[in-house]
């Protein structure tokens, strides 16, 4: 069954086409300068009863070359050699539907499907070799998460793809908030600029980043994130409680150096709670003391990438 993170992964696409020219650069692969990507039916049924759908199916069409050329999209979740055959399938068939030289890219969000998906796929006899696909990737590992706050707001589609691309990784949390706050700031930047198309838009991908992480504590951080940054963002007000959303808000206020980090502090330490409680973890006193009294921003933070998958609150702190 296809899941909604899975149709996130390769939908985000479809909602910033140009995301493409600005997403494979960043993992080394030049694209041409274009006029126009367009996207295709991604129906690659023949008329035999067998049903043959590729994720995601654009044409990209490049000044002074005719026809330009075709780009399909995979999500990967896991390796599957099964899908060799599904590839070079599609990949066969839209070239002889559109006469166009076609092109694989496959998105992932773990390191070793990236890497598995990246082999190339050979096929024909051991004397001879028929015909090499050999597939772009876009995951961990081939692209750098972004963890800083203006480079997200730079660029919120790719942000988002960094978001949904390392949503196993440990360290989600400080992707999700430098895209949280770059979010905010460039919502921010437009409506001083009267762009309330723009606005719509950002709704659109705090929506894309909440169904692409799945279930789980990473989509329970975002939601809060999303009720601090975005206070009208749907659900926001149902999930988060009053003292979380204060606790956030002090980490944010403005105010003398010392004021700041106790205020962050002090936020950080609400989200770490309200994550473990979120998710069912009972956190004993002698816990829930020592997450309220600390003060270094740094040991918070590791506290708070742990928060999203210990099986018991003393695991936050590495001891044992």
Request: glycine share 10%.
């Amino acid at each position: 069954m296809v899941s909604s993170p899975h149709e996130a992964l390769h939908r985000i696409f479809r909602a910033d086409p140009g995301l493409f020219a600005r997403l494979l650069p960043r993992a080394g692969v030049e694209f041409p300068e274009y006029t126009a990507i367009e996207s295709l039916d991604t129906d690659l049924t023949e008329i035999r009863p067998l049903e043959r759908r590729v994720d995601g199916a654009f044409r990209v069409r490049v000044a002074g070359e005719e026809g330009g050329f075709l780009l399909a999209v995979e999500a990967q979740g896991k390796p599957d050699p099964d899908k060799h055959n599904s590839w070079t399938y599609y990949l066969a068939h839209m070239y002889a539907k559109y006469r166009l030289p076609p092109i694989l890219l496959v998105v992932c969000k773990d390191k070793a499907t990236a890497s598995w998906a990246a082999e190339p796929i050979r096929v024909g006899c051991g004397f001879h070799t028929s015909m090499v696909v050999y597939p772009l990737v876009l995951g961990p590992g081939v692209l750098p998460a972004i963890t800083e706050a203006d480079e997200a707001a730079r660029d919120v589609g790719v942000a988002v793809f960094s978001a949904l691309a390392y949503a196993a990784d440990p360290g989600l949390t400080a992707i999700l908030d430098a895209l949280a706050s770059g979010v905010s700031d460039d919502a921010k930047k437009s409506r001083s600029r009267g762009d309330s198309e723009l606005d719509v838009d950002r709704v659109d991908w705090a929506e894309i980043v909440e169904i692409g992480l799945g279930e789980g504590p990473g989509r329970e951080y975002w939601r809060h994130l999303m009720a601090t940054y975005t206070p009208n963002f749907p659900g926001s007000n149902t999930i988060v409680e009053e003292s979380w959303l204060e606790g956030r808000a002090m980490g944010q206020t403005e105010g003398k150096a010392e004021g700041k980090a106790e205020g962050k502090a002090e936020g950080k330490a609400e989200d770490i709670l309200h994550i473990l409680d979120v998710r069912g973890i009972e956190i004993p006193d002698h816990v829930r003391e020592r997450v309220t009294d600390c003060s270094d921003l740094d040991v918070l933070g590791t506290w708070l990438d742990r928060s999203l998958s210990v099986a018991h609150a003393e695991e936050l702190f590495g001891e044992g």
